[in-house]
């Protein structure tokens, strides 16, 4: 206890040994990004996930911790991401009966525009020459992020690539929403719901339940749907291009 | 002991969803058919345990966290991607316009329209 030097060399080893340093600062980032998101009023264009994981690459540097290192712990929690994207089942089995409401347009909509969804962004970074591995890590671009994490591996894409590009899509799909429905004069709130959660996955949810709990509702069908559709689609589609 | 048993079935379902993976070599991840397998069983029962309700909004209510670590890696990616980024902004940007757009004028375009919906009745 006398020697400082003596006890922190030791504990800072067998930290780096162990995954509870990283579970630990991922905690720590992620009550402090929730907690900075609230103060800054809930900004639409700094989501939650954004502020703490800026907070916690700050932190990786200044400790001078590999990130490589800090995945290897951070496995422990996102070894997770499985059973937590079964357990999505569970509000979108609760949304079914929203289908009843509006099946036809629904049906219509959703397998066209979750594939365009793909489509545009794979087609117009293709023509400006992007390679296969930046391809496949935009394709599921508004897909909500756990489901596509799993599309991502199955494509060989990058996923902190893929993770950069869902918030953009996020945020951009919001914005985009308003401005269009009210150019378009759409005010159906199920149809405004619905289109956030298509395209801007969880964060255009989060935006849809601050419009209206129903905007809320199909927000989530729509999200869940559009990631049950992708998830299938386009690791088919990708296998039969050949890419 | 009950969210405990709503995460054994979780479980049991990515594991069903691994199995049927690799059984018909799908290119799906594991837990996207065990939350396909989830959906259709739970459709087919009409109801929902308490235990899975629990351990599942446990589970979605911490997704942020659990998908944290694969957003830090955004900032390390270094010098990976040099050379696209003009393609990976353009295609997000306009892509993201165009399928907002597309999507909005469909269910427009098939919710307004009165002489379709008559059929139904």
């Not at chain 1, 990283?22 to 700094?46: D, K, N, Q």
């Not at chain 1, 289908?99 to 365009?116: F, H, Q, S």
């Not at chain 2, 929902?48 to 670590?69: E, N």
Request: some cysteine; hydrophobic content about 60%.
């Amino acid at each position: 206890m006398t020697d400082v030097s003596g006890w922190w060399q030791p504990l800072q080893e067998s930290l780096a040994a162990s995954p509870m340093l990283a579970i630990a600062l991922t905690l720590g980032a992620y009550a402090c990004g929730s907690w900075v998101f609230h103060r800054l009023g809930s900004p639409i264009w700094a989501p939650p996930v954004l502020v703490s994981a800026m907070l916690l690459s700050a932190v990786l540097a200044v400790l001078t911790i590999e990130f490589r290192d800090y995945r290897a712990g951070a496995q422990w929690l996102t070894v997770l991401l499985g059973p937590a994207t079964v357990a999505l089942g569970v509000p979108l089995y609760q949304q079914m009966h929203h289908i009843r409401a509006l099946w036809r347009p629904i049906l219509c909509t959703l397998p066209l525009a979750a594939t365009l969804a793909a489509v545009y962004a794979v087609v117009i970074a293709g023509l400006l020459g992007a390679t296969p591995e930046v391809l496949a890590s935009l394709a599921p671009k508004s897909v909500t992020a756990p489901i596509a994490i799993g599309i991502t591996e199955q494509l060989g894409g990058s996923v902190p690539l893929m993770m950069g590009g869902l918030l953009i899509t996020g945020v951009v799909a919001t914005l985009c929403v308003d401005v269009l429905a009210r150019w378009l004069a759409i005010t159906d709130e199920r149809i405004l719901g619905f289109a956030l959660g298509l395209n801007g996955h969880a964060i255009g949810t989060a935006r849809a339940f601050e419009l209206s709990a129903t905007a809320g509702a199909f927000a989530s069908l729509g999200m869940g749907l559009t990631g049950v559709f992708t998830a299938i689609f386009l690791p088919l589609a990708f296998r039969w291009i050949g890419l | 002991m009950v969210m405990l048993r709503g995460f054994l079935v979780l479980s049991a379902f990515f594991v069903a969803g691994e199995a049927l993976r690799l059984l018909l070599a799908l290119p799906i991840s594991g837990g996207v058919l065990g939350m396909v397998l989830l959906t259709a069983v739970l459709m087919l029962r009409g109801a929902i345990s308490d235990s899975l309700a629990v351990a599942s909004q446990g589970l979605i209510s911490v997704l942020v966290l659990l998908i944290m670590p694969g957003v830090v890696g955004v900032f390390f990616l270094g010098d990976a991607f040099d050379g696209q980024w003009l393609a990976v902004g353009v295609a997000l940007a306009a892509g993201t316009l165009l399928s907002v757009l597309t999507t909005l004028w469909l269910m427009q375009r098939f919710t307004n329209d009165p002489q379709e919906a008559k059929h139904d009745d």
